[in-house]
Protein backbone atom coordinates (compact mmCIF):
# COMPACT_ATOMS: atom_id res chain seq x y z
CA UNK A 1 0.00 0.00 0.00
CA UNK A 2 1.21 3.21 -1.01
CA UNK A 3 1.91 6.22 1.46
CA UNK A 4 2.74 9.77 1.49
CA UNK A 5 5.20 11.09 4.50
CA UNK A 6 4.42 7.71 6.27
CA UNK A 7 0.24 7.69 6.17
CA UNK A 8 -1.07 5.33 3.76
CA UNK A 9 -3.54 6.50 0.72
CA UNK A 10 -7.04 5.43 2.40
CA UNK A 11 -6.05 7.11 6.13
CA UNK A 12 -5.44 10.57 3.99
CA UNK A 13 -8.72 10.31 1.73
CA UNK A 14 -10.38 9.93 5.59
CA UNK A 15 -8.55 13.34 6.93
CA UNK A 16 -9.52 14.61 3.76
CA UNK A 17 -13.32 13.66 4.05
CA UNK A 18 -13.64 14.35 7.71
CA UNK A 19 -12.02 18.38 7.14
CA UNK A 20 -14.58 18.63 4.16
CA UNK A 21 -17.78 17.14 6.04
CA UNK A 22 -16.41 19.84 9.30
CA UNK A 23 -16.30 22.50 7.10
CA UNK A 24 -19.45 21.87 5.95
CA UNK A 25 -20.83 21.57 9.80
CA UNK A 26 -19.34 24.71 10.92
CA UNK A 27 -20.65 26.62 7.50
CA UNK A 28 -24.09 25.55 7.15
CA UNK A 29 -24.17 24.66 10.65
CA UNK A 30 -24.90 28.26 11.17
CA UNK A 31 -26.61 29.10 8.41
CA UNK A 32 -29.41 26.54 9.59
CA UNK A 33 -28.82 27.17 13.38
CA UNK A 34 -29.53 31.31 12.08
CA UNK A 35 -32.86 29.85 10.69
CA UNK A 36 -34.41 27.89 13.38
CA UNK A 37 -34.60 31.17 15.15
CA UNK A 38 -36.16 32.93 12.70
CA UNK A 39 -40.09 32.17 13.63
CA UNK A 40 -39.06 33.99 17.04
CA UNK A 41 -38.49 37.41 15.31
CA UNK A 42 -41.88 39.04 15.70
CA UNK A 43 -41.02 42.17 13.38
CA UNK A 44 -41.01 41.85 9.56
CA UNK A 45 -37.71 43.97 9.82
CA UNK A 46 -36.20 41.83 11.92
CA UNK A 47 -36.91 38.37 10.09
CA UNK A 48 -35.76 40.15 6.60
CA UNK A 49 -31.93 41.26 8.33
CA UNK A 50 -32.05 38.32 9.79
CA UNK A 51 -32.44 36.64 6.25
CA UNK A 52 -29.99 38.80 4.82
CA UNK A 53 -27.55 37.86 7.10
CA UNK A 54 -27.51 34.29 5.52
CA UNK A 55 -28.57 35.52 1.98
CA UNK A 56 -25.21 36.08 0.23
CA UNK A 57 -23.70 33.06 1.57
CA UNK A 58 -26.00 29.82 2.28
CA UNK A 59 -25.43 28.45 -1.05
CA UNK A 60 -21.87 28.71 -1.24
CA UNK A 61 -21.71 27.19 1.92
CA UNK A 62 -23.64 24.26 -0.01
CA UNK A 63 -20.57 23.62 -1.67
CA UNK A 64 -18.71 21.85 0.78
CA UNK A 65 -21.71 19.35 1.28
CA UNK A 66 -21.47 18.77 -2.79
CA UNK A 67 -17.42 17.92 -2.85
CA UNK A 68 -17.81 16.24 0.56
CA UNK A 69 -20.32 13.65 -1.04
CA UNK A 70 -18.04 13.13 -4.45
CA UNK A 71 -15.02 12.81 -1.91
CA UNK A 72 -16.52 9.53 -0.03
CA UNK A 73 -17.70 8.68 -3.59
CA UNK A 74 -14.60 9.17 -5.32
CA UNK A 75 -12.30 7.83 -1.89
CA UNK A 76 -14.87 4.89 -0.54
CA UNK A 77 -17.20 3.78 -2.89
CA UNK A 78 -18.22 1.01 -0.72
CA UNK A 79 -19.18 2.82 2.11
CA UNK A 80 -21.17 5.52 -0.25
CA UNK A 81 -23.30 2.50 -1.26
CA UNK A 82 -23.84 0.88 2.18
CA UNK A 83 -24.25 4.80 3.09
CA UNK A 84 -26.56 6.15 0.94
CA UNK A 85 -28.93 2.72 1.20
CA UNK A 86 -29.12 1.96 4.78
CA UNK A 87 -30.21 5.51 5.65
CA UNK A 88 -32.13 6.60 2.60
CA UNK A 89 -35.19 7.74 4.07
CA UNK A 90 -33.09 10.33 6.02
CA UNK A 91 -31.75 11.64 3.28
CA UNK A 92 -34.11 12.01 0.93
CA UNK A 93 -36.02 14.04 3.97
CA UNK A 94 -32.63 16.08 3.73
CA UNK A 95 -32.45 16.63 0.42
CA UNK A 96 -36.19 17.80 0.24
CA UNK A 97 -35.98 20.01 3.26
CA UNK A 98 -32.65 21.54 1.69
CA UNK A 99 -34.49 22.20 -1.87
CA UNK A 100 -37.78 23.20 -0.05
CA UNK A 101 -35.42 25.81 2.01
CA UNK A 102 -33.57 27.05 -1.10
CA UNK A 103 -37.59 28.01 -2.00
CA UNK A 104 -38.64 29.67 0.70
CA UNK A 105 -35.60 31.84 0.53
CA UNK A 106 -36.21 33.12 -3.17
CA UNK A 107 -39.92 33.02 -2.48
CA UNK A 108 -40.39 34.79 0.48
CA UNK A 109 -39.47 38.73 -1.24
CA UNK A 110 -41.33 37.88 -4.58
CA UNK A 111 -44.70 39.07 -2.76
CA UNK A 112 -46.01 41.87 -0.16
CA UNK A 113 -49.28 40.33 1.16
CA UNK A 114 -48.71 39.35 4.93
CA UNK A 115 -50.02 35.41 4.29
CA UNK A 116 -47.55 34.74 1.78
CA UNK A 117 -44.10 36.15 3.31
CA UNK A 118 -45.89 34.20 6.69
CA UNK A 119 -46.01 31.23 4.91
CA UNK A 120 -42.31 31.15 3.79
CA UNK A 121 -41.31 32.34 6.80
CA UNK A 122 -42.52 29.25 8.42
CA UNK A 123 -41.13 27.05 5.78
CA UNK A 124 -37.89 27.87 5.85
CA UNK A 125 -37.99 28.00 9.87
CA UNK A 126 -38.70 24.43 10.01
CA UNK A 127 -36.71 23.60 6.99
CA UNK A 128 -33.62 24.52 8.87
CA UNK A 129 -34.84 22.87 12.43
CA UNK A 130 -35.19 19.55 10.04
CA UNK A 131 -31.71 19.99 8.53
CA UNK A 132 -29.75 20.77 11.37
CA UNK A 133 -31.65 17.76 13.07
CA UNK A 134 -31.38 15.59 10.47
CA UNK A 135 -27.44 15.57 10.17
CA UNK A 136 -27.29 14.83 13.42
CA UNK A 137 -29.31 12.19 13.20
CA UNK A 138 -27.63 10.25 10.74
CA UNK A 139 -24.34 10.97 12.60
CA UNK A 140 -26.19 9.08 15.53
CA UNK A 141 -26.56 6.14 13.29
CA UNK A 142 -22.65 6.41 12.25
CA UNK A 143 -21.80 6.72 15.58
CA UNK A 144 -23.96 3.88 16.86
CA UNK A 145 -23.51 1.51 13.59
CA UNK A 146 -26.03 0.09 11.17
CA UNK A 147 -27.23 -3.46 10.20
CA UNK A 148 -24.19 -4.58 7.61
CA UNK A 149 -24.21 -7.95 6.17
CA UNK A 150 -21.25 -10.25 5.69
CA UNK A 151 -21.37 -8.83 2.42
CA UNK A 152 -20.84 -5.34 3.65
CA UNK A 153 -24.53 -4.03 2.24
CA UNK A 154 -27.57 -2.94 4.52
CA UNK A 155 -29.25 -5.65 5.87
CA UNK A 156 -31.91 -3.66 8.37
CA UNK A 157 -35.34 -2.11 8.25
CA UNK A 158 -35.99 0.04 4.53
CA UNK A 159 -37.54 2.47 6.26
CA UNK A 160 -37.45 3.35 9.55
CA UNK A 161 -34.58 1.35 10.83
CA UNK A 162 -32.76 5.11 11.44
CA UNK A 163 -34.71 6.10 14.07
CA UNK A 164 -33.10 4.95 17.74
CA UNK A 165 -33.05 6.90 21.02
CA UNK A 166 -29.15 7.28 20.52
CA UNK A 167 -29.66 9.18 17.02
CA UNK A 168 -32.81 11.17 17.74
CA UNK A 169 -30.26 12.17 21.35
CA UNK A 170 -27.88 13.22 18.55
CA UNK A 171 -29.97 15.18 16.54
CA UNK A 172 -31.34 17.25 18.92
CA UNK A 173 -27.72 17.92 20.29
CA UNK A 174 -27.18 18.95 16.51
CA UNK A 175 -29.88 20.98 16.40
CA UNK A 176 -28.76 23.09 19.54
CA UNK A 177 -25.55 23.64 18.56
CA UNK A 178 -26.27 24.96 15.26
CA UNK A 179 -28.96 27.14 16.88
CA UNK A 180 -26.24 28.59 19.71
CA UNK A 181 -23.78 29.36 16.19
CA UNK A 182 -26.08 30.55 14.30
CA UNK A 183 -27.02 32.92 16.86
CA UNK A 184 -23.59 33.89 17.36
CA UNK A 185 -23.44 34.39 13.88
CA UNK A 186 -26.37 37.01 13.74
CA UNK A 187 -24.89 38.77 16.81
CA UNK A 188 -21.85 39.66 14.22
CA UNK A 189 -24.37 40.87 11.38
CA UNK A 190 -26.99 42.93 13.56
CA UNK A 191 -27.41 45.65 15.64
CA UNK A 192 -30.04 47.36 17.65
CA UNK A 193 -33.13 45.80 19.25
CA UNK A 194 -32.65 42.57 17.39
CA UNK A 195 -29.03 42.37 18.64
CA UNK A 196 -30.19 42.71 22.21
CA UNK A 197 -33.34 39.89 21.68
CA UNK A 198 -30.77 37.84 19.97
CA UNK A 199 -28.37 37.98 23.11
CA UNK A 200 -31.29 36.28 25.48
CA UNK A 201 -31.69 33.78 22.61
CA UNK A 202 -28.15 33.06 22.86
CA UNK A 203 -28.20 32.07 26.35
CA UNK A 204 -30.88 29.65 26.26
CA UNK A 205 -29.28 27.97 22.94
CA UNK A 206 -26.42 27.88 24.78
CA UNK A 207 -27.95 25.99 28.22
CA UNK A 208 -29.73 23.79 26.14
CA UNK A 209 -27.34 22.66 24.11
CA UNK A 210 -24.92 21.75 27.21
CA UNK A 211 -27.85 19.99 28.89
CA UNK A 212 -28.35 17.75 25.89
CA UNK A 213 -24.34 17.49 24.97
CA UNK A 214 -23.53 15.91 29.15
CA UNK A 215 -26.83 13.35 28.18
CA UNK A 216 -26.23 12.60 24.99
CA UNK A 217 -21.88 12.13 26.28
CA UNK A 218 -23.06 10.52 29.28
CA UNK A 219 -25.29 7.67 26.94
CA UNK A 220 -22.17 7.11 24.54
CA UNK A 221 -19.89 6.11 27.44
CA UNK A 222 -22.58 3.64 28.83
CA UNK A 223 -24.56 1.99 26.21
CA UNK A 224 -22.45 2.58 23.23
CA UNK A 225 -18.46 1.03 24.73
CA UNK A 226 -17.10 0.67 21.16
CA UNK A 227 -16.88 4.44 20.73
CA UNK A 228 -14.37 4.71 23.64
CA UNK A 229 -12.10 2.05 22.83
CA UNK A 230 -9.50 3.93 21.07
CA UNK A 231 -9.13 6.39 24.02
CA UNK A 232 -9.16 3.27 26.64
CA UNK A 233 -5.81 1.90 24.21
CA UNK A 234 -4.30 5.70 23.94
CA UNK A 235 -5.15 7.57 26.97
CA UNK A 236 -2.80 10.74 25.28
CA UNK A 237 -5.90 11.00 23.18
CA UNK A 238 -8.31 12.30 25.87
CA UNK A 239 -6.53 15.53 25.36
CA UNK A 240 -9.57 16.28 22.66
CA UNK A 241 -12.23 15.75 24.84
CA UNK A 242 -11.11 18.12 27.40
CA UNK A 243 -10.44 20.69 24.53
CA UNK A 244 -13.68 20.05 23.70
CA UNK A 245 -15.57 21.02 26.72
CA UNK A 246 -13.00 24.29 27.65
CA UNK A 247 -13.70 25.35 24.08
CA UNK A 248 -17.73 24.64 24.67
CA UNK A 249 -16.96 26.26 28.35
CA UNK A 250 -15.27 29.64 26.45
CA UNK A 251 -18.15 30.47 24.92
CA UNK A 252 -20.99 31.70 27.27
CA UNK A 253 -17.69 33.69 28.66
CA UNK A 254 -16.97 35.25 25.77
CA UNK A 255 -20.64 36.32 24.97
CA UNK A 256 -21.15 37.79 28.68
CA UNK A 257 -18.35 40.00 27.55
CA UNK A 258 -19.76 40.79 24.41
CA UNK A 259 -17.11 39.07 22.55
CA UNK A 260 -18.86 37.80 19.74
CA UNK A 261 -16.04 37.24 17.24
CA UNK A 262 -13.97 35.33 18.86
CA UNK A 263 -16.87 33.41 20.85
CA UNK A 264 -17.90 32.60 16.68
CA UNK A 265 -14.08 31.53 16.22
CA UNK A 266 -14.66 28.78 19.97
CA UNK A 267 -18.04 27.81 18.31
CA UNK A 268 -16.52 27.23 15.51
CA UNK A 269 -13.47 25.12 16.94
CA UNK A 270 -16.46 23.33 19.01
CA UNK A 271 -17.80 22.20 15.37
CA UNK A 272 -14.08 20.73 15.00
CA UNK A 273 -13.82 19.37 17.97
CA UNK A 274 -16.47 16.99 17.80
CA UNK A 275 -16.19 16.03 14.38
CA UNK A 276 -12.21 15.35 15.66
CA UNK A 277 -13.66 12.91 18.23
CA UNK A 278 -16.06 11.17 15.60
CA UNK A 279 -13.13 10.59 13.58
CA UNK A 280 -11.16 8.95 16.58
CA UNK A 281 -13.78 6.92 17.94
CA UNK A 282 -14.57 5.43 14.52
CA UNK A 283 -10.62 5.66 12.78
CA UNK A 284 -10.33 2.70 11.04
CA UNK A 285 -13.96 2.32 10.92
CA UNK A 286 -16.20 4.11 8.64
CA UNK A 287 -19.22 2.48 9.03
CA UNK A 288 -19.57 -0.13 12.02
CA UNK A 289 -21.81 -3.30 11.79
CA UNK A 290 -24.49 -3.93 14.98
CA UNK A 291 -24.84 -7.86 13.65
CA UNK A 292 -21.63 -8.40 13.60
CA UNK A 293 -18.10 -5.91 14.08
CA UNK A 294 -16.23 -8.04 11.19
CA UNK A 295 -18.40 -7.12 8.68
CA UNK A 296 -18.19 -2.92 9.77
CA UNK A 297 -16.78 -1.35 6.74
CA UNK A 298 -13.41 0.22 7.11
CA UNK A 299 -11.22 2.46 5.41
CA UNK A 300 -9.24 -0.38 4.06
CA UNK A 301 -12.39 -2.66 2.63
CA UNK A 302 -14.21 0.57 1.39
CA UNK A 303 -10.92 2.44 -0.59
CA UNK A 304 -10.73 3.12 -3.61
CA UNK A 305 -7.27 2.06 -5.50
CA UNK A 306 -4.01 3.23 -4.40
CA UNK A 307 -3.89 4.70 -8.10
CA UNK A 308 -7.28 6.19 -7.58
CA UNK A 309 -6.68 7.97 -4.09
CA UNK A 310 -3.52 9.31 -5.76
CA UNK A 311 -5.11 11.16 -8.38
CA UNK A 312 -8.07 12.59 -6.03
CA UNK A 313 -5.60 13.98 -3.69
CA UNK A 314 -3.64 15.31 -6.43
CA UNK A 315 -6.80 16.98 -7.45
CA UNK A 316 -7.31 18.28 -3.38
CA UNK A 317 -4.02 19.79 -3.47
CA UNK A 318 -5.04 22.20 -6.52
CA UNK A 319 -8.74 22.32 -5.60
CA UNK A 320 -8.57 22.71 -2.15
CA UNK A 321 -6.96 26.10 -2.16
CA UNK A 322 -9.28 27.90 -4.79
CA UNK A 323 -12.17 26.52 -2.46
CA UNK A 324 -11.00 27.88 0.57
CA UNK A 325 -9.69 31.31 -1.69
CA UNK A 326 -13.22 31.44 -2.69
CA UNK A 327 -15.15 31.19 0.63
CA UNK A 328 -12.78 33.78 2.41
CA UNK A 329 -13.23 36.34 -0.77
CA UNK A 330 -17.22 35.77 -0.16
CA UNK A 331 -17.34 36.40 3.45
CA UNK A 332 -14.60 39.21 3.33
CA UNK A 333 -17.08 40.74 0.76
CA UNK A 334 -20.25 40.45 2.77
CA UNK A 335 -18.74 41.41 6.01
CA UNK A 336 -20.18 43.56 8.39
CA UNK A 337 -23.62 44.25 9.59
CA UNK A 338 -26.73 43.71 7.24
CA UNK A 339 -28.22 46.90 5.60
CA UNK A 340 -30.90 46.74 3.74
CA UNK A 341 -31.70 48.17 0.32
CA UNK A 342 -33.91 47.34 -3.26
CA UNK A 343 -32.26 44.04 -3.65
CA UNK A 344 -32.52 42.25 -0.12
CA UNK A 345 -34.48 39.76 0.15
Excluded at 246 to 254: E, G, K, Q, Y
Aim: proline residues 4%; charged residues 15%.
Amino acid sequence: METFLGIDYPTLWFLVVGGLFSGYAILDGFDFGAGAWHLFFKKELSRRIALNAVGPVWDGNEVWLVIGGGALFAGFPVMYGTFFSGLYVPFMLFLMFIIFRAIAIEFRSKEEMLWWRKLWDIAYSVSSIMLAFLLGLVLGNVLQGIPIGSDLEYDGSPFLGFLNPYAILTGVTTLFLFMSHGAIYLLLKTEGKLFDKLEGLLKKGIILFIVVFVITSLYTLIYIPHLSDDFKATPALFIFPVLTFLSIANIPRLASKRKFKIAFFFSALTIALMMALVAIELYPVLLYSTIDPANSITIYNAASSDKSLGISLTMVVIGGPLVLGYTYFVYKTFAGKVKLDDYSY
